[in-house]
């Protein structure tokens, strides 16, 4: 029997930027049109003729509708009332006139403006969702942002969304932990993000050097992973550090000096464009997260064969690591614990290598062509 070939519309913001979230979606839709001969639409509000960050199948369709909320960036407070209203209101007009005319048998929302209206759009799709970080940190503020007012916001605006994915025919998570983070809800799946790389090398675990990946904010931690490291440093002397990441290093590279790190051996980078060499050059990956929505760079790290010592952090690395098997589980901010866990595995060469070989076979689930399987199942099922 010939596998359904489903017609596909996702809705989101844009693809020129370098997010996780458009990389995903780009990866998937290729893989569905390309392999399942899939009809795929993206449906965009904004970036219109910017080229796409990730290159995008031929047999891909891409309609802008060229709403541009990006202009509320520059608004004043109460200019953007007004001018958010008007938006949001030309948004649902043409996108409820391009999905009248597509009439895809799926919509997907990834959880944007058009949550808010999707399901009273009654072009006869399926209507999913996708929630691409953890429930506590969806649309939060920064711990030194809140405030009582936002609090008051955030709660208001929480029982909203509930109300609304409560009529998708499906809303999927990534992971386990936050699935039981919506007892609200019925119509809840797991399918965690793919593997964004087919890894062509593993490291040989021979370089005296340990990893971390991520923004230069506050919920990556690695103001904690520095504290950590001012101990590890005096007890593995022939140990470096490689921190590589996108923002402003500079609060990083004062800590560093406050705490009187060696910069010989802690070395705070800017991105990479070859993040797999990189991995392959350590032998030790370091995660050391407040929250995830998932914690890809996890995944990415031990497919190139490393072992990992990872906060405990709402979610992701508990479904991702086995803790003891491929990896070292910590409770989240416990600074001398996680000095503890990297200092066990960088004293021993044989743990470091029997962990990696788990971790090697224990993330082969994370594969693009596995978990697009658990996707057509899912449209297959909902359509």
């Known amino acids: 029997m010939e596998a359904r070939k489903h017609k596909i519309v996702y809705c989101t913001p844009a693809l020129y930027m370098a ?36 290159p995008l199948s031929e047999k891909v369709r891409v309609i802008n509708l060229d709403i541009n909320f990006e202009e509320l960036w520059t608004c004043s407070f109460v200019r953007k009332i007004f001018v958010y209203l008007r938006k949001q ?26 949550i808010n209206f999707l399901c009273d759009i009654k072009d006869g799709s399926r209507k999913m969702g996708e929630l691409h970080v953890n429930r506590a940190n969806y649309r939060n503020f920064e711990a030194n942002e809140a405030n009582f007012v936002k609090n008051l916001f955030a709660r208001f605006w929480m029982r909203s969304l509930v109300s609304k994915l409560k009529k998708l025919d499906q809303f999927v998570v990534l992971t386990e932990e936050d699935r039981q983070a919506w007892p609200e809800l019925s119509n809840v799946s797991v399918i965690p993000d ?36 001012s101990r590890v440093e005096k007890a593995c002397p022939e140990w470096q550090l490689s921190i590589y990441g996108m923002g402003d290093r500079t609060p990083y590279e004062q800590q560093a000096a406050a705490l009187g790190l060696d910069m010989s051996r802690c070395h705070l980078e800017s991105t990479t464009p070859d993040i797999q060499a990189a991995y392959c050059r350590s032998s030790l990956f370091a995660f050391s997260s407040r929250f995830e929505g998932f914690g890809m760079v996890l995944v990415e790290a031990m497919a190139c064969g490393l072992p990992v010592v990872s906060f405990d952090c709402p979610c992701g690395p508990k479904d991702i690591i086995t803790d003891g098997e491929d990896g070292l589980l910590v409770k989240t901010g416990e600074v001398g614990q996680f000095a503890d866990a990297l200092i066990r595995l960088m004293q021993s060469e044989e743990l470091r290598r029997e962990m990696a070989s788990h971790a090697l076979e224990n993330v082969k689930r994370y ?15 909902i359509a």
């Open 194 to 229: 793919p593997l964004s790389f087919e890894p062509t090398r593993q490291s040989p675990l021979t370089e005296h050097q340990v990893i971390a990946v991520g923004r230069y904010v506050y919920q990556k931690g690695f103001d904690l992973l520095l504290q950590a490291w």
């Open 19 to 54: 997010g996780g979230v458009e990389r995903v979606l780009t990866l998937k839709a290729n893989y569905f049109a390309e392999h399942y001969g899939y009809d795929i639409t993206i449906i965009l509000t904004d970036g219109k003729d910017k080229p796409f960050f990730y």
């Open 367 to 381: 594969r693009l062509d596995v978990l697009a399987m658990r996707w057509k199942q899912l449209f297959d099922h």
């Open 89 to 114: 209101h030309l948004f649902r007009k043409r996108l409820s006139e391009e999905l009248m005319r597509l009439r895809p048998d799926i919509t997907v929302s990834l959880l944007r403006r058009e």
